[in-house]
């Protein structure tokens, strides 16, 4: 620090220093005046130093008194700053050791007593130091009596604390406090007053606050007057005087038996709020502490916890219950009087008066809702909500028309500002109720407040009109209201006693939400909300309790007053009731009914609240949805699908929830909750998917509406109208009803590929129908519900939906068929109104034109369905034509019409007849069915037109419809393929419209159509289609073959009707000619008998399809086989013999499966009643077609696998079927080999009397001279020509049968060509090189080509033969013996169809030329390609032989030709015959070893052999009947063999000559005649058959 006092100015002090110094001090005296602060330092330094020099020695001490004396006077307190200075210099020199300095110092201050006074100085200086300056006399007693006087000035009281000691003074100031306080008075003249007294009497300041606290608390209302009356009264006292006191106040109330008066409560709250206290300092005087608290909470939850435990556990014995009363007595006892706890005294009182702030920092520091839970803290939080939000609730808030009761607000300014706007709720109001949670409940009315303000708010919300910020501001608002409601209005819900009202209230707000916000809601309820409450816990648990004593005691007699009960405690807890009610459906189905009945006292939300808990028990990821076999969806989920249905069904419940999760689901491909929507859509809009349907309901469905209303559907659904637009607005307005469907078109697959997996097959069927079904339903549900514009804009175009969407084609013409029906109306009903032309014509034109425009855009998108090829042999108008056209499009059902008309005029009979009905219902009634019977007929008018126009249209266009730019059997390939066969199976009356579609296009005469093809072709080898059908389109398809069957049923049925509807008819023709010439040639037709053989064939062909699949031991295939026999039962069987065969597999299959598959079981014993109940009308088989008597020539010529005797012989099956096994490449070959020209004949199997004389020819002569050599030989040698005959007879067989296979696939048919035929022929039945040689010569080069083609099919007929498997030697052994007992007929067939013979190992030019032969052979039936293998060839190898020397002329001709050729034709089979020994003797090494792998086979063969088998040998190996006492039978043919080969001679004689001419009309003169023969022969076979006597007598 800088010097004032430099040591110059001591030196030369007398000289000038003195001086110095004065002038100093005047300068600090002077210049610092302003600031005493500064001055008064700076002039103690100056003279702090001046006497600092003096104690060191350096100046003495009268020099310094001396300028001290000059100094004095410059300031007044001059000599106060002397003596501080003095003071210090006093501390300092006492401390020092110098003694010499500290005798300066009392000698500089003696010097200067003159110039401080003596008691300045006994103030600041210490005693000794005064006792040494002799201004004092002692420092002890000095001492002693200042401890006196601070004693008595600090420590003796005297102020009068009790009001006894001083009464006066206190009743002054307490008449003072409880004065009149009226206008004049103030706290501050009061306040001067409490001063006077205090003064006066020496009243206790603390004790005077403390009574004007207690006149405060008696007089609560004067806040005004009090509370500044403290405030200034506290300038006066400590600032934590008033908490002590405060605190003292509580802490007396604090005994248990005390309790805290409610003003005291408020006086505190008061304070705190004007700050006058602190809370921090307040709370800590007040009971109970934190912890306490704490504690308290957690009992509370494990009381809650007990009483659920308590409530859940089953009591056995009354006694116990006795006990559980017993304790609740107790706990209520307990809980009477809880302690007083005056934390919570004080927060109610905050409450009360408004604190918001403080009230909320209390609560704080207790735990969640403790604080609420009781009610009058509740009650008072309520309150000042109430006040908050009222300017808002009257403004927005208040119903129209609703009065209210406005609630005024708080006096305090303090209070929270009232809410005028939604964002001013979100400032305090919302914080508020989230505090108050659950117990919202103990104030009704405030929550109605509340939900009516949501309410308001959402409108608000959702209207558009706000700016961008308002927006961002609303949806803060929004999500606020969303935490208000899942946290404070739904709870308190729970916790309030079943009001309606407020559920209905809150369901006015619910509602506005979108339905995921809230499921979201119901979610947090159900799963969390119970778990965050003691109390909330108890009421979950009583609820759950009640549940339970309500449905133990629901049925459908006491549907009422338990609903009434559900209604009660669902108003309240509906998530818990229903969680529990649904757990009961999914356990018992029986409970749906009457907890479907019992739901209707429920408010709106709790519909919704159902809804969502549906959803969730549906979604539960623990529940298994199929049952432990994995084969059946399980039977929970069915019970909450048919809950479903119902209850959405009957009550108004919204859809959107459900749909969404079972779109969800499919997106996820899980296609089991299908079920659901399958349910939902059958209960609401009435449409019900069944394959039970009868025909009599299936011919209504392909009427109008209203029929199908009437008679379309099991249950009389009625009253659909409203349940079904609801449906149709949910899928509408959430945009679900195309996704549905694209999602089920794809799932369908989905199922088979992706989710099928590791499933069973029966349960990947199941899903798949359920899939498919649910496509149907829905399809058909969006069809009759949505509006033409509603349809046209949803639904894109048939190529989108293919190529986009990847929808199935069947599917995506399902979906887009509708559109074009509504399309091409709407178009047809603009015309008409363009033009007004009544005339039919006109009509039909404009019908014409419309349908042209809606439907050229669908030719050009079908193209790009499929390849290029396709439309070669269709085109896309007929494509497209028969996908979108339906059943109402094809026929009326006028039956149905009638029918269902009659059932009504019966009502109304019944109704006039009814006695106790009343006269208005009477009426009412009538005039329902009055209604009803006119749309009935308005609508059968109306189809009719329909039908009529589009039959026109048909008409115009059918010329176009189907090119055949390969071949007539390339089309109907395609036809079937890509249009029947996806078709038929996709719906009942799909199946329906599809036969009916073939029947028409034949009707249409359309060119290039062959029905007979298409007939042969359905009904030749269903083995394949049936066997990759799902259950419910077994049924579909066994529809189809039943309505296929029906219509040749009838053509069978009556000559006069066949030659009606078929005779003239291209479909008809037999001779497939080149393209575009479809010559009405009568000869070409097929005439009546031969269809009879025809369709004995197909009979056949399905006898033998099915015992195939029955004898797989496939569960698929037999489960399909059986529905679809159970289908066509009313057509087939119809011959008796067939009608066994399958009665004895269907038997079989009932007596394996009874323990195995019990569902197989149940169908195979259904099946079997009803076939037996079938049996009285089948016919037998010489009734169903004619047949030649054996008599004639004792040769039996029934082949029951085709007709005329001339079934597919099995050799031409095993061809056939190593053609159907070949590659994709041998197909096309065989297609370029179709242009092979061939006159086909449309009789069965080789009916064509041409090819039948030669082969049987060929084969009698040869058979005569054999004939002559048995009767020769010893029984040995028979038996080895038996065995080697068997092969030399094979291949004449097959060139025989091949033809059969691909005949369809030739077309051009000239006089060259048929000429050909049948020099080709030739050689194939004699099979001698020099014979084939003399052909080759005379015949043209393409000859050569058959010839070859038939010698190389001999070899490999060879080969083939030693490669059959063993397996299938074995099953054949097997099988035999099985059914040697029974005649050892059965055989053939049964190892044919259990082992398909294997794809031979032969070159590909073999086959190529096998099928050559096949093309060259007649048959109608391209695909009469049964599966026959080896072991049938060698047996029934010989007996085709036999069976084929069938004589086909008649009796007059026979002699004829006897007396004529006979030596001619004998010279011929010598030849043949020396060359057939040498072929022999080359097969006979090579089939040595299959002979004797199956000497069985060998010893029926010679069987067989030693004379053609009498009863239809040919039948018996086919066809799967059996037939007795064979062997009397063979030795009945050896005895007639010889006069028939004589006559077969004769026949190949004249029948070569014949051919050589080459007429035409001689040789179809001839074939009529061998039908005729062939018929009779057959006939005569089967009766010998039967008859077993009759047969002894011809022999």
Known sequence: ?????????????????????????????????????????????????????????????????????????????????????????????????????????????????????????????????????????????????????????????????????????????IAELGQELSGNITSDLILENIKSLIGCFNLDPNRVLDIILEVYECRPEYDDFFVPLIESYMYMCEPQTLCHILGFKFKFY?????????????????????????????????????????????????????????????????????????????????????????????LEALLKIGDWQHAQSIMDQMPPF???????????????????????????????????????????????????????????????????????????????????????????????????????????????????????????????????????????MFKTFPYQYRYRLYGQWKNETYNSHPLLVKVKAQTIDRAKYIMKRLTKENV???????????????????????????????????????????TSLNYDVLAYCIIEALANPEKERMKHDDTTISSWLQSLASFCGAVFRKYPIELAGLLQYVANQLKAGKSFDLLILKEVVQKMAGIEITEEMTMEQLEAMTGGEQLKAEGGYFGQIRNTKKSSQRLKEALLDHDLALPLCLLMAQQRNGVIFQEGGEKHLKLVGKLYDQCHDTLVQFGGFLASNLSTEDYIKRVPSIDVLCNEFHTPHDAAFFLSRPMYAHHISSKYDELKK????????????????????????????????????????????????????????????????????????????????????????????????????????????????????????????????????????????????????????????????????????????????????????????????????????????????????????????????????????????????????????????????NFRHVVHKWHYKLTKASVHCLETGEYTHIRNILIVLTKILPWYPKVLNLGQALERRVHKICQEEKEKRPDLYALAMGYSGQLKSRKPFMIPENEFHHKDPPARNAVAATVQNGPGGAGMPTSLTINTVRLEEGTTEETDKLKEKSQGVVKVVNKAVNATPKVTTSNGNSASNSKIIKEKDEKEKSGKEKDKEKKEKTPAATPEMKALGKDGKDKPKEERANKDDKAREIKEKTPKADKEKEK?????????????????????????????????????????????????????????????????????????????????????????????????????????SAKHYINHTTPTLSKSKEREVDKKDLDKSRERSREREKKDEKDRKDRKRDHSNSDREAPQDSTKRRKEENGTTGSSKHSKSESP??????????????????????????????????????????????????????????????????????????R
């Open 370 to 508: 403790y604080a609420t839970s009781h009610k009058p803290i509740a009650i008072a939080l309520c309150q000042l909500v109430h006040v908050t939000i009222e300017p808002l609730y009257r403004r927005v808030g208040v119903p129209k028309g609703a009065k209210g009761s406005p609630i005024s607000p708080l006096p305090n300014k303090r209070a929270p500002k009232q809410a005028d706007s939604f964002e001013d709720l979100r400032k305090e109001v919302f914080n508020m109720l989230c505090y108050l949670g659950p117990h919202l409940s103990h104030d009704p009315i405030l929550f109605a407040k509340v939900v009516r303000l949501g309410k308001a708010f959402m409108k608000e919300f959702q209207s558009d009109g706000s700016k961008q910020e308002d927006k961002e501001k609303m949806e803060i608002l929004f999500s606020c209201l969303l935490s208000i409601t899942d946290q404070v209005l739904l709870p308190s819900l729970s916790l309030m006693d079943c009001n309606a009202c407020m559920s209905e209230e809150l369901w006015g």
């Open 834 to 1089: 363009a033009e007004k032309g009544n005339k039919q014509q006109h009509k039909v034109h404009k019908y014409i034109t419309s349908c042209e425009l809606v439907m050229a855009p669908v030719h050009d998108a079908v193209i790009s369905l499929h390849l290029p090829k396709v439309w070669d042999d269709i085109s896309p108008q007929f494509y497209a034509t028969f996908w979108s056209l339906t059943m109402y499009d094809l026929a009326v059902p006028h039956s149905s019409y009638d029918r269902e008309v009659n059932k009504l005029k019966v009502q109304m009979k019944a109704i006039d007849d009814n006695q106790e009905m009343p006269p208005n219902k009477k009426k009412k009634e009538k005039e329902r069915c009055t209604a009803l019977q006119d749309k009935l007929l308005e609508e059968e008018k109306k189809q009719l037109e329909h039908v009529q126009r589009v039959l026109q249209r048909l008409k115009l266009e059918k010329d176009n419809w189907l090119l055949a730019k390969s071949t007539k059997n390339e089309t109907i390939t395609k036809f079937l393929q890509l249009c029947i066969f996806p078709r038929c199976i996709f719906s009942a009356i799909d199946a329906v419209y599809c036969a009916h579609f073939v029947e028409l296009v034949h009707q249409q005469k359309t060119p290039n159509f062959s029905t007979l093809l298409c007939y042969d072709r359905v009904f030749s080898d269903i083995i394949y289609t049936v066997a990759s059908c799902t259950e419910n389109e077994a049924s579909r398809y066994g529809r189809f073959l039943c309505c296929m069957l029906e219509t040749v049923t009838r053509w069978h049925s009556d000559r006069v009707i066949y030659e009606k509807e078929c005779g003239n008819y291209p479909g008809f023709l037999t001779i497939l000619r080149a393209t575009g010439f479809d010559g009405g040639n009568k000869a070409d037709q097929l005439d009546y008998e």
């Open 254 to 346: 604090q005994d248990p038996s005390g309790e805290t008066p409610s003003s005291l409560y408020r006086v505190a709250a008061v304070l705190l709020q004007h700050n006058l206290i602190d809370l921090e300092d307040l709370y800590v005087h007040l009971l109970p502490g934190d912890n306490t608290i704490i504690e308290e909470h957690k009992r509370e939850i494990v009381e809650a916890k007990q009483i659920v435990r308590k409530l859940t556990m089953v009591v056995l014995s009354s006694e116990k219950t006795e006990e559980k009363e017993k304790e609740k007595e107790k706990e209520e006892e307990k809980t009477e009087k809880p302690p007083d706890n005056q934390k919570l005294g004080l």
């Open 560 to 602: 009422k007053p338990s609903g009434r009960q559900i209604g009660k405690l669902s108003h309240s807890n509906p998530t818990i009731l229903f969680d529990y009610i649904l757990s009961q459906i999914q356990k018992y189905d029986n409970l749906i009914t009457p907890v479907v009945d019992s739901l209707k006292y429920l």
């Open 1521 to 1594: 009947s059996d037939s007795p006492r064979l062997n009397e039978k063979e030795k009945e043919k050896n005895k007639s063999k010889s006069s028939g080969k004589e006559k077969g001679d004769s026949i190949k004689a004249e029948k070569m000559e014949k051919s050589s001419s080459g007429s035409k009309k001689e040789s179809r003169h001839d074939k009529e005649k061998a039908e005729k023969k062939e018929k009779r022969d057959s006939t005569g076979g089967k009766e010998e058959k039967k008859h077993h006597k009759s047969s002894d007598k011809h």
């Open 1332 to 1436: 084939v040689k003399k052909e080759e010569k005379a015949s043209k080069e393409e000859k050569s080509k058959t010839v070859v083609t038939i010698v190389e099919s001999k070899s490999t007929a060879d080969k083939e033969r030693e490669k059959e498997p063993s397996r299938e030697r074995d099953v054949a052994k097997e099988m035999k013996s099985k059914e040697n007992a029974k005649g050892g007929e059965k055989m053939p067939v049964a190892g044919s169809l259990k082992s398909p013979v294997p794809r031979s190992e032969t070159s590909e030019s073999e086959r190529e030329q096998k099928r050559r032969k096949v093309d060259t052979h007649s048959s109608p039936s391209h695909s009469s390609t049964v599966k026959d293998n080896l072991n049938e060839l060698k047996d029934s």
């Open 1 to 173: 620090m800088a010097t004032l006092l430099p040591a110059e100015w001591i030196k030369n002090w007398e000289k000038g220093g003195k001086s110095e110094f004065v002038q100093l001090c005047r300068a600090l005296s002077e210049n610092k005046s302003h600031d005493n602060m500064v001055f008064r330092a700076d002039i103690q330094q100056a003279l702090y130093e001046l006497a600092y020099h003096v104690v060191r020695g350096n100046l003495k001490h009268d020099q310094a008194s001396n300028v001290l004396g000059d100094v004095i006077e410059f300031r007044e307190d001059m000599p106060s700053v002397l003596a501080d200075v003095f003071c210090i210099l006093d501390i300092e020199t006492s401390c020092l050791e110098e003694k010499s300095k500290r005798d300066h110092f009392t000698q500089l201050v003696l010097a200067c007593l003159y110039l401080v006074s003596d008691t300045v100085l006994k103030e600041r200086l210490d005693p000794e130091t005064l006792e040494s300056l002799g201004l004092i006399k002692q420092s002890q007693q000095f001492n002693q009596k200042s401890v006196k006087i601070k004693t008595k000035l600090f420590y003796k009281q005297q102020k009068f604390n009790l009001l006894r000691e001083e009464n006066e003074g206190y009743a002054k100031l």
